[in-house]
């Protein structure tokens, strides 16, 4: 076990996410995603839900200050305004992680798979709630 980390920083997750760089996607699904067909490279936390997976994915890099849009969810089929709740407590999460507003803007569904199947990689969670899915630009962790 290594300090500072939690049950959900796994090996595989750590891996994922110290091999992106600066500007590489990385997707957040749920339980009904099509995870395995899509991903480049997979990673599975099938005992987290998606605001738990998110914060310590987000508890080890930034999001990308770089773009306008640095974090995506996908919009509820023919309601593309309504957040559904997992999706409010993801932007909690990512307030608090990054110490700023960061707002999490709605993408269509079927252009939220293709995005996802170019991401560098997908993270299955466990999250049972729909539309638990979000997608993330890694940013540039600096030091200090």
Partial sequence: MLK???RLHTPDL???LASMGHGDEVTLVDAHFPAVSLARRLVRLDGADLPEALDACLALIPLDRFVPDPALRMEVVGKPDEIPDVQ???QQVIDRREGRGVALVGMERHAFYARAREAFGIIATGELRPYGCILMKKGVALPG
Avoid: E, G, Y
Wanted: a positive charge; glycine letters at 0%.
């Fill in 4 to 6: 500072t980390l939690t």
């Fill in 14 to 16: 750590l891996h994922l």
């Fill in 88 to 90: 409010r407590l993801c």
